[in-house]
């Protein structure tokens, strides 16, 4: 079978960092057919791992990363998006997971090391955030996922959650699926920078661009991008490396854009060139990037109206589908315990050996 899991944590609305690195590409996989089953979860246990502080920030936002996923055109009879802390099979596939993997290894998973940078926990690190390797790999290992379509980032915790299967499976016998990474297929998709060009987009560096902002909030965050410091006239030539504005086209625009949205040229490379030789200003160059992502956009907020006007509906989808979830993954902790040889009151070889063995 083929299967897909990915998911987001729910620490605010997503932005198009989130949709080129993965929401576009998992409405793609739903609708090729190619896919068995598609689960899409809401991240919120693991996000309580740096907020613990403050539940009310995820419990908030656990509908709003629902609303994200359906205004992109996520299905809700295709895939199954549910709510991660009502799996409680992943809390103990995690724990068993935690025994195969050495604190010096967790040290030196590189998304580790520079999370807790970002976050400022080198000398506190909350257990909960520092183990976040087992717990992905246990929600992977738990709907057998053979696909998990993630950002360039996240490369090495799906090579940890390998590590995992491996080491599980040498262990204890073949139990666990080995799963695959899937990267995003433009490479300016990998990790979309922010808006000010100098990081990654990030909510907590206040240079998103949200997948709900209005046209407004849109133009004006386009409108103060970063571009080359140096083209200062129309006239001058331009800079295409390092600049932000262009590095939204590459991810965003295509030719089909190009010849309907700006017709004199023949698609994107053609405006390229023209920035690069001069005589092309950054104003310019700016609304033709408001006017591809406004088509992007246009359709996604319809989406979300129709879901905002449906809330009721919005978290039976969620409940429904956190109890299809749930049921997959007790098969699979099923599977884990009989492969530990910890199942001992549903395995009847354990009643009959113990008997054998203390009969007098």
Not at 128 to 140: E, H, L, R, W
Not at 156 to 175: A, D, W
């Amino acid at each position: 079978m083929n299967i897909i899991l990915t998911g987001d944590r729910p620490t605010g609305r997503l932005h198009l960092g989130h949709y080129v690195g993965s929401l576009r590409r998992r409405v793609e996989l739903q609708n090729s057919g190619d896919f068995d089953e598609i689960y899409i979860m809401i991240a919120d246990a693991q996000a309580l791992t740096d907020n613990a502080d403050n539940p009310e920030k995820i419990r908030e936002n656990v509908l709003e990363v629902a609303l994200d996923n359906l205004s992109v055109g996520l299905d809700p009879t295709i895939s199954t998006l549910f709510v991660q802390s009502a799996v409680y099979q992943l809390t103990e596939l995690c724990f068993y997971y935690t025994n195969l993997v050495s604190v010096s290894r967790l040290r030196r998973n590189p998304t580790v090391k520079t999370e807790i940078g970002l976050r400022g926990f080198e000398s506190s690190i909350p257990v909960g955030f520092f183990i976040y390797p087992i717990s992905q790999a246990a929600d992977i290992t738990a709907f057998d996922a053979t696909v998990v379509p993630v950002g360039q980032d996240q490369g090495p915790m799906l090579e940890q959650c390998r590590e995992i299967v491996h080491k599980f499976n040498s262990t204890y016998g073949e139990t666990l699926v080995m799963p695959d990474i899937l990267l995003p297929e433009n490479e300016a998709s990998m990790r979309l920078p922010g808006t000010d060009g100098q990081a990654k987009m990030s909510k907590s560096l206040g240079n998103c661009i949200y997948l709900s902002d209005d046209p407004q909030e849109l133009k004006a965050k386009v409108m103060s991008m970063f571009t080359d410091p140096d083209h200062l006239r129309v006239e001058d030539p331009g800079k295409i490396e390092g600049n932000t504005v262009f590095t939204y086209l590459d991810a965003f625009a295509t030719t089909e854009h190009v010849r309907r949205l700006w017709p004199e040229y023949a698609d994107l490379d053609a405006i390229k060139a023209h920035y690069q030789r001069g005589g092309l200003g950054d104003v310019k160059v700016k609304r033709f990037l408001i006017d591809v992502l406004e088509d992007i956009l246009t359709p996604i907020r319809q989406r979300r109206a129709y879901w905002e006007d449906r809330i009721p509906e919005v978290i039976a989808i969620l409940e429904d589908a956190s109890l299809v979830a749930a049921a997959k993954a007790q098969k699979t902790v099923e599977r884990v315990r009989q492969a530990m040889r910890i199942d001992y009151f549903s395995d009847q070889s354990f009643y009959e050996e113990a008997v054998e063995r203390y009969e007098k």
